[in-house]
């Protein structure tokens, strides 16, 4: 039987040549001062176009939203000058891509920030265990400063702004990044979230921001463009989720509405989040696993044949596999990445990586 990854999907908005979506994935190669992609950033997602969908490593709305070193922006005309050539080259090569537009809250440092700022949170609620990665080492985290409401807003109008920019630079599309514990997730979470204004307090002011967010980009793109990432109970980064299903139940309803492109949802734990969301999602449905290993063929496939997902995300196995579809199509081996290449550095780890060998005709 031939793998269900590898038919076409036609959806409401989405028309993808197979169902395997790369996941998004930092790789932290930007210009550090002024967020620029890397020059070799078009060839290294180009050599990935015959993903059906390309979503991008995170990229901040907001310089405040920036989690580390070389982290990509999309908010200065610069910025969409570096993306433009990004996706004119996945573009020339037949594939799509969206931008993974990521505020990551109080997951950054002072180290990490234009004139050492603190990082904003929904919230003053420190990280008090894993240390974070700065431009100098790992380091404890400080206590975030909580946005006031209009700080709030004013983030609000940042996503819509680099949404913007995403479709002046070319990308077919955004995902807004309410996932793994950052900005988006920390304003659903109980525990990040003690605020008593209109975005906190009960569970409709905890959505709020979630929504407010998908509402704006999809009013400033059309809702066609845009997707939104969730990973309902993941702990990441010190979230704790005291009701998981009443946060993500309610908020897929009030979403779903608005015919977005995609919602993508991130598998993680015991909870069951696609068989809990599926059906209350009439849209295009991308399913993936965060487990402590790259997710396997298997996997997606399991996941799409039982209709738990539409399409899959695979992460890590694009680092080192930029052919996948191919290798996954042909039962070709996959390569596996080097750790220490993941993040940062030049060409070495990044586009290095070859395709597999395909068989030539002998004439
Ligand atoms: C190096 C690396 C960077 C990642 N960066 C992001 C990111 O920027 N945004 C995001 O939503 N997820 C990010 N993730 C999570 C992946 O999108 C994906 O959920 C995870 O790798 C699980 O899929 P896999 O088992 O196929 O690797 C990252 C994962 C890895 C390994």
Known sequence: MSSPLLTPYAGPHLSLPNRIVMAPMTRGRADDATGVPHPLTGT?????????????????????GKGGPGIPGLVTDAHVAGWREVTGAVHAAGGTIFAQLWHVGRMTHPLNLPGRATPRAPSAVRIEGEPIYTGQGDVEHVT?????????EATIADFAAAARNAIRAGFDGVEVHGANGYLVQQFLAENTNRRTDRFGGSRTGRLRFAVDVVEAVAAEVGPERVGLRISPHNPENEI?????????????DTLDRLGLAYLHVIERGAYGALADLRPRWSGTLIGNFNGPHPTSQKAGEVVVAAGLADVFSFGRH???????PHRFATGAPLATH?????????????????????PQPTT
């Open 338 to 358: 080097v750790p220490s290449l993941v993040y940062g550095g030049d060409a070495e780890g990044y586009t290095d990586y070859p395709a597999a060998l395909v």
């Open 318 to 324: 694009f680092i080192a596999n930029p052919d996948l």
């Open 240 to 252: 704790a989720e005291e009701d998981p299903e009443g946060t993500y139940r309610t908020l897929v």
């Open 144 to 152: 975030p400063r909580a946005m006031t409401t209009a700080e709030a």
């Open 44 to 64: 290294y997602y180009a050599q990935r176009a015959t993903a059906g969908l390309i979503v991008t490593e995170g990229l901040w709305p907001h310089v405040l």
